[in-house]
């Protein structure tokens, strides 16, 4: 591998960068080329720190918080999504649901039954999530609350609130984790009971119990599979998140094909209205769907004239 075929400029200008883009692509290449010779890494090191480099490009921003394209790359088959990419789907699904006069849904992030599993103090978790994750409403009708799993697996517990329905969307199950899951989703219920309880939205279970403990067995919907793979459960996590209206029974049914599901699911956090690139990914998008239809209609042109 020679050097006349780096071309910085080149390279920065294929993915869209502006010019402050360009003079920090080329400090930051610097910095790798620094490295490289501190470490005597040789050409193939090198082209891999660059690779790494570029897979550090923002495409996802919202009030500091980034999710970088080697995360999104995550939703690339066979892996498994990353978690950065279920709490910004709960992120913009609870913006979407607070855009309405009267809330109808609550989504929690991962974090939180994370740090309910962990033992976290209950006053802790209740000033960290009831403000931002629990908005003001009269009209709460579900609860939505994704739950990691240490290797990788993913499954939701939903909350009917107007019913007094607890459902546990678990397409991994098997009887082996049925009993550890659902002693870790009767945790959680405890927790959102004390937080209900002192809430300001109390009014939301007037007809019904605000422990949600009390509200009966787990439903596991007929209509989703179980004993699925790790990998594909954040899929469907995510495909329930991602829901346009947020709760339907729609949700029940199958995904359909996979990787249409993790396009989607790409799709649908990049072009977010809350997404501060949006405007900037779509405009590369639109330069690289011009040089792939350009080439192809070059392609076709000079086989027709064959």
């Known amino acids: 591998m020679g050097t006349s075929g780096l071309n910085p400029l080149k390279l920065s200008v294929a993915c869209g960068m502006n010019w402050r883009g360009i003079v920090e692509f080329l400090t930051q290449l610097w910095g ?16 891999k720190m660059i690779l790494l480099l570029l897979t550090m490009e923002v495409l996802f921003e919202l009030g500091g918080f980034e ?13 498994t999504p990353h978690p950065d990419l279920v709490n910004t789907s709960s992120m913009i699904a609870s913006l979407r649901a607070v855009g309405n006069k009267a809330p109808r849904s609550w989504y929690f992030p991962y974090d939180f039954a994370t740090a309910v599993l962990c033992d976290a103090p209950i006053e802790e978790i209740q000033q960290k999530y009831e403000g931002r994750w629990m908005p003001k409403t009269r009209d709460l009708e579900h609860v939505f609350v994704p739950i990691w799993e240490p290797a990788d697996t993913w499954y939701l517990m939903l909350l009917d609130v107007k ?22 989703m009767n945790k959680i219920l405890l927790a959102l009971g004390k937080m209900f309880i002192q809430s300001r939205n109390i009014v939301n279970f007037r007809h019904t119990s605000p ?9 596991y919907p007929d209509g989703l599979p179980k004993d699925l793979q790790s990998a594909v459960s ?8 991602q829901h346009k209206g947020g709760f339907s029974t729609k949700i029940f049914r199958h995904i359909g094909n996979s990787d249409e599901v993790r396009m989607r699911a790409a799709l649908h956090v990049v072009q ?11 405009s590369k998008a639109e330069v690289v769907w ?17």
């Open 211 to 219: 422990d949600p403990s009390n509200w009966g067995n787990f439903i």
């Open 67 to 79: 999710i970088v394209r080697g995360v999104f790359i995550s939703l690339a088959p066979p892996y």
């Open 163 to 184: 019913a007094s329905k607890i459902y546990a969307l678990d397409v991994s199950r098997s009887p082996e984790s049925i009993v550890r899951r659902e002693s870790n």
């Open 32 to 47: 790798v080329i620094v490295l490289s010779l501190v470490f005597q890494l040789n050409w193939v090191g090198l082209g």
């Open 272 to 282: 977010s209205d809350i997404n501060r690139h949006r405007a900037f990914v779509q």
């Open 234 to 241: 954040g899929l469907w996590c995510l495909s329930w998140l």
């Open 290 to 306: 011009q040089g792939i239809t350009t080439s192809h209609q070059k392609e076709t042109f000079n086989n027709e004239g064959m």
